[in-house]
């Protein structure tokens, strides 16, 4: 499958962006698929997940209440809504594409990766 992430860009503090992910290729339903960011001179950190049919939802604890994912399998995206954001969620986010049976926070399920977009949040 082939991840095409877009919707980053450079907004202030306290904004909100909504980033997509389009999929091509095998079945995007039978993915279960995740958000990972990466800030300069940090590791790739997983911030959403959601599940093949869009019923579980887990999300990292610096972004719970304020970032929301998901799914049209019609259209073959997986969303990403960042409201109240924060200096600190600027980094290049990735969407990512799990065929195992459940939803992970672990980079080394996921098979498939998008080429990221930036977000920059200034203060």
């Known amino acids: 499958v082939q991840l095409q992430a877009s919707g980053g860009g450079l907004v202030h503090a306290g904004e909100s962006l909504r980033l997509s992910c389009a999929a091509s290729?095998?079945?995007?339903?039978?993915?279960?698929m995740g958000w990972f960011r990466q800030a300069p001179g940090k590791e790739r950190e997983f911030v959403a997940a959601i599940s093949k049919s869009g019923f579980s939802r887990n999300y990292a604890e610096s972004v719970r209440g304020r970032f929301t994912i998901s799914r049209d399998n019609a259209k073959n995206t997986v969303y990403l809504q960042m409201n109240s954001l924060k200096p600190e969620d600027s980094a290049v986010y990735y969407c990512?594409?799990?065929?195992?049976?459940?939803?992970?926070?672990?980079?080394?399920?996921?098979?498939?990766w998008g080429q990221g977009t930036q977000v920059t949040v200034s203060s």
């Open positions: 290729g095998r079945t995007f339903s039978s993915y279960s």
């Open positions: 990512a594409a799990d065929s195992g049976a459940y939803i992970s926070i672990r980079r080394a399920e996921y098979d498939y």
